[in-house]
C-alpha cells in the first residue's frame, strides 16, 4: 500500500464542488443567455453540475479515508504562492484520519443537500444561484479542512464566512434576511479578530506557518512568557484561535447570529449546521490539540464557555415556536457538548460527537424543511399536529433524528453524546464539575424541546387548516411564491417528492449506525494515529488522563447501552421526553400556566437573554458613537477641515494677497524691479550677503 497518496487526486476534491459552483454561476445564469435561471435548461445545468461535482468529491474522500486507514497520508506543499525572507505563504495538504473524516463527512452532508435543494428550491427564482452558492460553500470548508498551514486555513475560514452572509441573505429582499447576514458576518468579524491574533502571535515565536513547524516547536514555545504578563504565550494564543471558534462555531456570547441565520432557506441551515461552518471551530481546536494541551488555563476556558452554551442556550429551545429555531438552538447546545469536550482535553469524542451530529442533525433540518413544504411554508409549530399520518417518511425520519439527538442508545447520539459526560465526569480541569452539571442537565433540556416540537408537529389535534390564532409569528420562507403561507381551511398536508425524501432515508441510517460501529476505533483504537492530529498530543499533568480513564471502563458498544440503563443520563432524557408528552399531549394548559406564573423568567428566555438588546446598546452603539466621533473630530474636522480644506485655504489666502502683484502695467514691474535692486545693493553693503 502507497504511504503518499496522489496530489492530484487530492487537489480533484476541492475543484470538484468549485467547477460545479462556477458552472451554475455562469451557465446557470443569464450572463449565458440561454440556460437562464427562468429556463428549465439552466436548472437542469445549475443542479446536476453542482451534484456532479459534490459527487466526485464525495467518491474520492470515501476513497482517501480508506487509504489513510491502512496507513497512507499526505503532508506537503501544492503550491508555493509567495516568499518573504524565510516565511514561505503555501497551498497544501495535510491529510490524515481527522481530514479525511472531516471531507467523508462534509461532502456527504453536502451531496445530501443538494439533491434535497432540487426539490425545496423549486420554483424559486435564485435556484441557479443557490447551487453556485452552497457548491461553493462545500470548497470553500474543504479547503479549511484539508490545510496544512495557517494561512489556508485563514483563506477557508474566512470563505465559509462570506459564502454564510449570501446565503443567509439568499431572499435579499426581506429586510429580516439582510439584518440577519450582516450581521453574522460582523459577530464572525469579532472573532476572527481573535483569530487572527492567534496565529499572528504563534507566526512571530515560531517563525512559521505551517502546522508541523509550529508543532515541533511546541515545547519551545511552552516556555515563552507574553511581554508585559506573567501569562504564557501559549495561552493566549491559543484562547485567541478560540475567540476565533467561539465566533464560527457559535459560542457564548458570540452566539447571537446562529438563530437568526434561519432566515436562508432550510437546505443551507442543514448544511452551516451539520456540516459546514459551525464544525470549522470544532476541527480547529482539535487540530490545534498539540498546543492546547500545553495550557490548563486555555482548556478551562474552553470548558467553561463550552458549558455556558450547552446549558443556557438549550433553556431557549424550550420556547420556541418555529421549527427551524427549535433545531438552530439544539445546534447551539450541541456545539456547547462539543467544546466542552474540547475543554476535557477529550479531542476525539468531540470529533466523533461531531461526525454522529453531522447526520441526525442534517435530518432534523431537512425534516423540518419537508413539514414546511407540506405546510405550505407554515414554521409555527403551533399550526400543525397531526402530521404522522400525511408525511409517514418524514415523521419516521424525523423521529430517529430526535431520538439519535437526546442520546437514546443504540442510535449515534447516545454514544458520542454519553462519552462528552463521561470525559467531563473524568476530568480535573479548572471548571469542570460546572461542566459535568451542565451537560447533565442539558440531557434533560434536549429531550424535552426536542419532543415537545416532535409531539406539537407530528401527534396530537390537527391544528392545519383553521383561520390562523398565530399569524405573524412566521418566518415565511418563500417570498417569492405567490400563495398564502399556511393551508387553507379544509386544505391537507401531503408527503414531499422523492428528492426531498431520499436523502432524509439516507441521512437516518447513519443517523442510527454509524455510533456504534465508530466508537472503538476512534476513541480507543488507532483511528485517530494516522497524522498529527492526535499523535503528537502529549497529555500532560493529572488534569488530562480523561481518555484513560474511558477506555478502561469501555467493554464495547452493546455493553455500553446497557449499562446506560443504570445511569442517571437515560432516565433525564426519559423524563425529558414523558414530560413532554405530558405537557403538549394530555394538559396543554400547564405550560400556558407556568408561562403566566413565571411571565418574567419567560421574558428573559424569549428575549434570549437580552443578549441582542446588550450588543446593540454596548457595541453597536458603542461602535456608532466612536464612528461618529472619528468621523466628525477625525475625518470631518482634523482630516478634512484642518489638512485638506485647511491647506487649500493657506493656498488661497496666498494667492489672493499675490494676485495683486501681478497688475499687467510694465512700469509696475519696472519699479519692482528697481526696489529688488535696491534691497539687493543695501544688503551687499551692510554684509548681509557676502561676496566673492
Known sequence: MATTLNPNLLLAIPLAPLAGAAIAGLFGTKFFGTFSSESRGGRIVAHSATILGVAIAFVLSVMVLLDVLNGAGYNATVYEWMTIGTLKMEVGFLVDSLTAMMMVVVTFVSLMVHIYTVGYMEGDPGYNRFFAYISLFTFSMLMLVMSNNFLQLFFGWEAVGLVSYLLIGFWYTRPTAIFANLKAFLVNRVGDFGFILGIGLLLAYAGSMNYTDVFAAREQLATVIFPGT?????????ICLFIGAMGKSAQFPLHVWLPDSMEGPTPISALIHAATMVTAGIFMVARMSPLFELSDTALSFVLVIGAITALFMGFLGIIQNDIKRVVAYSTLSQLGYMTVALGASAYSVAVFHLMTHAFFKALLFLGAGSVIIGMHHDQDIRNMGGLRKYMPITWITSLVGSLALIGTPFFAGFYSKDSIIEAVAESHIAGSGFAYFAVLAGVFVTAFYSFRMYFLVFHGEERFGKADPHHGNHHDEEVSHDHHHGLAPGEKPHESSWVVTLPLVLLAIPSVIVGAFAIEPMLFGDFFKHGVAFKDVIFVGENHHAMEELKEAFHGWVPMAIHSLTTPVLWLAIAGVVLSWFFYMKRPDIPEAIKQRFSGLYKLLDNKYYMDAINEAVFA??????????????????????????????VASFAAASRYLQSGYIYHYAFAMIIGMLVLLTLTITGVIGTK
Not at 468621523?631 to 485655504?649: C, E, H, M, T, Y
Request: with cysteine; net charge positive.
Open 230 to 238: 506573567d501569562w504564557l504565550m501559549i495561552t493566549v494564543a491559543c
Open 621 to 650: 452603539r458603542g461602535a456608532r458613537l466612536l464612528g461618529t466621533g472619528l468621523w466628525k473630530g477625525g475625518d470631518q474636522s482634523f482630516i478634512d477641515g484642518l489638512f485638506v480644506n485647511g491647506s487649500a485655504r493657506v
